[in-house]
């Protein structure tokens, strides 16, 4: 895989990203087009920013790796899933933690039904200006916690409930800072099974911490990364496995991408997955909002 070209709207940002990185800049996403003719386009741009130019690309035919979370609503998720299956296009959603070496080894493995999910994702950071802004960014939840709601729906399956609860705690004192530092999330199952998953904005500085613990039938899993895992069997002879694998996840799904787009199929994390996982991240905050357990049927 070649990079080609970049595009921008700060003109000197782009160069100076083409500088680093390759490729050709240009701040006009058709000239780019008109000029490169990509087969690939990595949509990176932030959620609040997106005014159609994702559809645009897959009108021009072009496949497509997206940025999570899609989108900031529903409505504008749907209107992107809807333009590139209409164009045809390989389109995918950058949920990256299913390529990591321990979850691949989990999903392998003859686990029995989950009934516990606990994920956590701490940090301690006042990231880009956009972030900070519940209008922009959606909030931590949103932004960045969305990706083990993701792995929940990946692991566990659909939930029928949720329950959340999110504030601003040491934060407000920052200007411009109305998004969450805490939050906690529990989905529900019609069978009695539990996901959980609390996320702060107040954890060790410059750290990103991700950890979550699986309880299923047969197994249990406590995975200090995507690739990092101690994997035990709980039924019959107990044994454990240590997964300490070294998969980039994000080269791991480049090269799905680039896979479906040579064989014509779908990719492992089609861009609709981003769309379902967003409804579950919304709801949760719809709950928080409303104090109130939401049923997802509802």
Not at 35 to 45: C, G, K, N
Not at 76 to 100: L, P
Request: charged share 25%; glycine share 10%; net charge negative.
């Amino acid at each position: 895989m070649e990079l080609v070209a970049c595009v921008g709207r700060n003109d000197e940002r782009t160069k100076s990203f083409a500088a680093q990185h390759g490729g050709v800049p240009f701040t006009d996403l058709d000239k780019m087009i008109d000029a490169e003719a990509p087969d690939l386009v990595i949509a990176t741009l932030p959620p609040y920013a997106r005014h159609g130019e994702i559809e645009h690309v897959a009108s021009r035919g072009i496949h497509l790796l997206v940025e999570k979370p899609i989108a900031l609503d529903r409505a504008a998720a749907e209107q992107m899933v809807s333009a590139v299956e209409q164009a045809g296009v390989v389109a995918a959603i950058g949920f990256m933690y299913r390529f990591g070496s321990a979850v691949l080894r989990w999903r392998e493995l003859d686990t029995g039904p989950v009934g516990l999910y606990v994920g956590g994702y701490y940090c301690n950071a006042l990231h880009a200006h956009w972030w900070r802004a519940r209008a922009l960014s959606g909030g931590q939840i949103l932004e960045q916690a969305i990706h083990q709601v993701d792995l929940i729906r990946h692991l566990v399956g659909e939930p029928d409930s949720v329950y959340a609860r999110y504030s601003n705690l040491f934060r407000k004192d920052v200007e411009r800072y109305d998004v969450e530092d805490v939050s906690a999330i529990v989905f529900g199952y019609g069978d009695g099974r539990i996901a959980s998953l609390t996320a702060s904005n107040i954890a060790v500085p410059g750290v990103w911490h991700k950890e979550w613990s699986i309880m299923a039938e047969r197994m249990t899993g406590r995975f200090t990364s995507w690739d990092q895992a101690i994997l035990t069997r709980t039924k019959g002879d107990v044994s454990s496995e240590t997964v300490n694998g070294g998969t980039d996840p994000f080269i791991g799904q480049l090269d799905d991408v680039a896979t479906a787009i040579v064989e014509k199929r779908q990719p492992y994390i089609p861009l609709s997955e981003g769309m379902k996982t967003l409804g579950l991240a919304l709801a949760a905050i719809r709950s928080a909002d409303e104090g109130r357990e939401l049923r997802l049927a509802d």
